[in-house]
């Protein structure tokens, strides 16, 4: 099974970095053209309102309690009462999601003022700040129609995820960078206010996402036609686990909308700043955890349905694995090469070395919290694969509470610095609760196989930061010209890799421990 996986992880991986990569060159363009100046600011609220439903709907708590239901109905072998439950679902899902964006649009000023209650405030007492509550209530019109597009793509992709058709899922986003690069290059020129290119560039991604799912559904034969079906048992089961889901799995993004709310207050500069360093971060989240759970929960699901205790907790020890593997490093050299890194990608145009400088300290302050964001993403489906919403709703609870103490203690001293520190914070607590959830279940405990597993990449972590120190010590990097810059970045990465490389391979581990739930070095 973990071949398959690895198989099907490789897939998802391989898409996601194409969309991660034109993912930054969309950041860079962005950067180019706003920096970190109030417009900037704008469009990242509007943006960032949308995908944190797009989360709920479509990646998140749909997802999560969708799976594990369309597994079971996959697994009767009964096409007329799986093509029923899809259309029931998807008309259910559609109308709900098009009612949502319709009351978004007319609603805009409001959320504007929720969530932008400094700029709100500015706008009020009639002071310069308050041009940005008007130009975010104008672009949250454009940018939040999109939630209903996406969420259907999100049903779509989930679908053909179960059918192992991963491929088709991971590439979609691929095309939402492309709307946006492409609006920012022909629209963008023609406007006033550029950020506006931006906003229909999300619009626009949001309908070309959808249509370009719609034919592998077909092919698949499941594009059917929707169908109302609020009391349907097959969709009274997937609302009555995702509702305590639309918290539990998206505590991550509540902290990051919190922060947004906080920073409203903060001087002009603090989204884009956190904006920037959490692009950094989302890079290996999605590339590394996001694909490993993608391709986990349906497995799970399966091992859950067939009654397969082992092979549930070998899978899940082997998620951990691979996110320990991939996390432990990256987590480690986004924080001793944030400004390096931030400097290469960005620092052109618009944005400024004092732009870097700034994006770098909220960047380190993330990364101490990436492998607990990577590791939130596949012990959360220990949960939804047996579908249990509740515990992970529980702890998401005293996670969000515990962020809003964090954010008071942090932002006071450190400002949005502290922001990042908070949710960094707050999905360590996060990432324990459900482990210890599961522990407690008998569900899935570490084995003492991942435990000596870990142990070695930490120390080949270990010897990889020295070497990223020791190849930086003495330059003065921002003083560099850009060619200088990349080349000093690039020995540095292929420095760190090989001696982490090398370090696991001198401590006994081969590429085939990977392929097997039974990890036993030599």
């Given at each position: 099974m973990s071949r398959k996986l690895i198989k099907s992880g490789l897939i998802v991986s391989t898409m996601t970095l194409l969309s991660r990569v034109l993912g930054l060159i969309r950041d860079v363009v962005i950067a180019k053209l706003m920096g970190a100046d109030a417009s900037a600011d704008v469009f990242f609220f509007a943006n960032k309102i949308p995908n944190f439903l797009r989360r709920l709907f479509a990646e998140g708590a749909f997802a999560q309690a969708f799976i594990p239901v369309l597994t079971e109905v996959h697994a009767e072998k009964d096409d007329a009462k799986l093509k029923a439950f899809v259309a029931y679902?998807?008309?259910?899902?559609?109308a709900i999601v098009f009612v949502t964006a319709l009351i978004g649009v007319v609603l805009s000023p409001v959320m504007t003022a929720l969530f932008g209650t400094g700029w709100f405030i500015d706008y009020l007492n009639d002071e310069p700040g308050g041009e940005k509550f008007e130009l975010a209530n104008t672009m949250l019109k454009i940018t939040f129609p999109y939630i209903a597009f996406i969420s259907l793509t999100g049903l779509s992709g989930a679908i053909l995820n179960t059918l192992n058709k991963f491929a088709v899922a991971s590439f979609t986003p691929v095309l939402l960078n492309v709307c946006i690069i492409g609006c920012a290059w022909l629209l963008a020129p023609q406007m006033e206010q550029p950020a506006f290119a931006l906003a229909w560039g999300v619009f626009l991604g949001g309908i070309v996402q959808l249509?370009?799912?719609?034919p592998f559904l077909y092919r698949a034969g499941l594009l059917v036609k929707p169908k109302w079906g609020w009391h349907d048992p097959g969709v009274i089961k997937v609302r009555t686990l995702m509702i305590p889901a639309l918290f539990g799995v998206s505590v991550g993004q509540i902290n990051l909308l919190l922060d947004t709310f906080i920073a409203s207050f903060l001087v002009?500069?603090?989204i884009s700043w956190l904006y920037y360093s959490d692009r950094l971060l989302e890079f290996p989240l999605g590339l590394f955890g996001i694909a490993i759970a993608t391709v986990i929960l349906p497995t799970l699901s399966r091992n859950h349905v067939g009654k397969d205790e082992s092979g549930f907790s070998g899978?899940?020890?082997?998620?951990?694995r691979m996110i320990c593997l991939l996390g432990i490093p990256a987590a480690t050299g986004l924080g001793v090469l944030a400004e390096p890194i931030l400097a290469v990608i960005f620092q052109?145009?618009?944005?400024?070395?004092e732009t870097t400088r700034m994006a770098s300290y909220s960047l380190t302050a993330y990364s101490f919290g990436l492998l607990s964001f990577m590791l939130v993403k596949v012990l959360a489906p220990g949960y939804y694969s047996r579908q249990d919403t509740k515990t992970p709703v529980k702890y998401g609870i005293w996670c969000m509470a515990a962020n809003m103490v964090l954010n008071l203690i942090f932002a006071i001293p450190y400002g949005y610095i502290g922001l990042a520190i908070a949710t960094s914070l707050s999905a360590t607590l996060n990432a324990g609760l459900l482990y210890m959830?599961?522990?407690r279940q008998n569900v899935y405990r570490f084995s003492r196989l991942t435990r000596g597993f870990v142990l070695r990449v930490m120390v080949a972590t270990f010897a990889m930061t020295g070497a990223i120190v020791w190849m930086q010590y003495g330059v003065a990097f921002t003083s560099l010209v850009f060619e200088e810059q990349v080349i000093s970045l690039i020995l540095t990465i292929c420095l760190a890799v090989a001696v982490f490389g090398g370090s696991l391979?001198?401590?006994g581990i081969r590429f085939r421990h990977f392929k097997s739930r039974n990890f036993n070095p030599a």
């Open positions: 679902v998807s008309g259910t899902l559609g249509g370009f799912q719609l002009t500069g603090s899978n899940m020890d082997w998620a951990v052109r145009g618009a944005f400024t070395a959830g599961l522990h391979f001198a401590m």
